[in-house]
């Protein structure tokens, strides 16, 4: 990721700048979407989750909220992606 990085804060290329930030982009949220998924298994509340990434409680729930993210118990089934 560190060649992305400094492709995307080179000045010298407009194009190759943007794309790298683009992918970059791409890449932490679907980081975080493993991360936020990873800490509500873990016990982590909305409103904890919300304060370590920067954003209010109802940001992060409705980006990452409803049975998509909830815990789930021996036996219950995970609904179709």
């Known amino acids: 990721m560190s060649a ?17 930030l683009v992918e970059l982009r791409r890449r932490a949220d679907a980081r975080e979407e493993v991360l936020v998924r990873r800490a509500r298994g873990e016990g982590l509340t ?10 209010s409680k109802q940001a992060v729930h409705k980006k990452y909220g409803g049975s ?6 021996p036996g219950q089934i995970e609904p179709p992606a």
Not at 4 to 20: N, P, T, V
Not at 46 to 55: D, K, N, Q, R, S
Not at 68 to 73: A, D, Q, S
Request: glycine share 12%; aromatic share 12%; no cysteine.
């Open 4 to 20: 992305l990085s400094a492709a995307a804060e080179d000045d010298g290329d407009i194009f190759a700048g943007l794309a790298a």
């Open 46 to 55: 909305w409103a904890e989750i919300a304060f370590l990434l920067g954003v």
């Open 68 to 73: 998509r993210f909830e815990r789930r118990g």
